[in-house]
């Protein structure tokens, strides 16, 4: 069985987390391609995906969503998981009491899980480093103090719980 993980990462933290599933299911014993949504060109040599994206502002990176829009049809008659990257900071919770990585799920993730039938969608928080601040949101979050505590930095992605989930799609497509 081969299976494609197909992501959209600005500064690499989601471009990891791709990796990690991969290396993940590469140990589940299947073969496993990580790549770019955007250089991906031909589905047809899967069996099954695994897409995820970085969010920015409330939304997945537009390579992405228009990965799954453009191949939806071939992609619903697909085993398909999705993931976000997104939240920053070690708390579950945001200050109104929130489950955070449900309140960073991005705006149209339901439609497009509904679009290729996904078989779930899993949030897990990112990484971000103050780097030259690229487009507006980033120089927002470099000025402002509110957004500088909205988007603390470091690399907050859980490693263990990223496998987890990795392995659970293994198991699943074992019982297929
Ligand atoms: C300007 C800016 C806006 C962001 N907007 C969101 C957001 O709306 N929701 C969210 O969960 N994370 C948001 N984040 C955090 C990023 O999604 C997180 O850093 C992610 O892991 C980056 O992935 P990448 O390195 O693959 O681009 C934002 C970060 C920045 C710098």
Do not use: C
Not at 149 to 154: K, L
């Amino acid at each position: 069985m081969s299976i494609l993980v197909a992501y959209a990462s600005k500064h690499g933290a989601t471009e990891g987390i791709a990796e990690r599933i991969g290396e993940r299911l590469r140990a589940a014993g299947l073969e496993v391609e990580v790549r770019p949504a955007r250089a991906v060109r031909d589905l047809a040599a899967y069996d099954a995906f695994v897409v995820g994206s970085a969010v920015y502002m409330f939304h997945w990176m537009k390579e992405a969503a228009r990965f799954l829009r453009r191949n939806q049809a071939v992609l619903a008659e697909q085993p398909v998981w999705l993931f976000s990257s997104g939240p920053l900071g070690t708390e579950a919770e945001d200050p109104q009491g929130h489950d955070l990585l449900a309140v960073s799920a991005p705006k149209e993730i339901a439609e497009l899980e509904e679009a290729v039938i996904a078989r779930g969608h899993r949030v897990f928080f990112g990484a971000f480093h103050r780097g030259k601040p690229s487009g507006f949101g980033e120089r927002m979050v470099a000025i402002m103090p509110a957004a500088r505590a909205t988007f603390p930095e470091g690399d907050f992605r859980d490693w263990d719980d990223i496998g987890n989930w990795a392995e659970s799609i293994a198991h699943e497509l074992s019982e297929d």
